[in-house]
């Protein structure tokens, strides 16, 4: 697959935009022979397997100029980093405990000069601030990310929809999610028509406040 599979499934990206598109394949070959962070099968998928995936959350929701994005777990740098590209007028903050990913992440983001991209390595317990949504890649069973995210979600909505969690999974969600009433699942087949999606789902969780 190459990068013509997201310019068919967004048609109405800018030049710049398809230009960074394009130069992803060679930042991450690059360091992915330095510092392993994406699998050698999944690197030669790169366009389909993980940019095209963490783009599903782009096709649900249209971020607004000026809201923040926090994306937990981020690895080597998705959803994080399509979507910014993607969104250039959001702030996206991209954690991960592990250094050496950040690194790569680090790198990427140099060599695209995305200026709307904050990178820390550490635990998102101790991540400062609030943001208008939470992404990540399938990190944890839902409880359990919950509970590390708690507190880091802004209160006021400026969305269509609530803020909340955005959260890229596959396989069958209903035991982690039977607690999450709320929670809205999404299968990433109704905007992708690649057999890769078949399993993949994009899970909606607005966040209730209280008081």
């Known amino acids: 697959m190459t990068v013509e599979i997201i310019f068919e ?4 990206l800018s030049e710049n935009q398809k230009q960074n598109f394009r130069k992803l394949e060679e930042l991450y070959k690059d360091w992915n022979q330095k510092i392993n962070v994406v699998s050698r099968k999944d690197i030669d998928e790169l366009y389909l397997r993980h940019v095209l995936h963490s783009l599903g959350i782009a096709k649900f929701i249209t971020f607004k100029d000026g809201s923040s994005i926090l994306d937990v777990g981020t690895g080597g740098g998705f959803p994080g980093i399509p979507l910014a590209i993607m969104f250039p007028e959001v702030h996206f903050t991209l954690v991960d405990s592990i250094g050496k990913k950040i690194k790569v992440v680090n790198e990427v983001v140099e060599g695209l000069q995305l200026t709307n991209v904050t990178t820390i390595n550490a635990r998102v317990e101790e991540i400062p601030g609030k943001f208008d949504f939470i992404v ?41 999610l039977k607690d999450y009433r709320a929670a809205q699942v999404y299968n990433l087949t109704d905007y992708f028509k690649e057999d890769f999606f078949e399993t993949k789902k994009m899970v909606y969780l607005p966040l209730k406040y209280k008081g």
């Open 9 to 12: 499934n967004f048609p109405n």
């Open 136 to 176: 990540s890649r399938a990190v944890a069973a839902m409880p359990t990310f919950v509970h590390w995210i708690k507190g880091k979600i802004k209160k006021e909505s400026v969305h269509t929809v609530r803020n909340g969690i955005l959260y890229l999974k596959g396989g069958d969600l209903n035991d982690e």
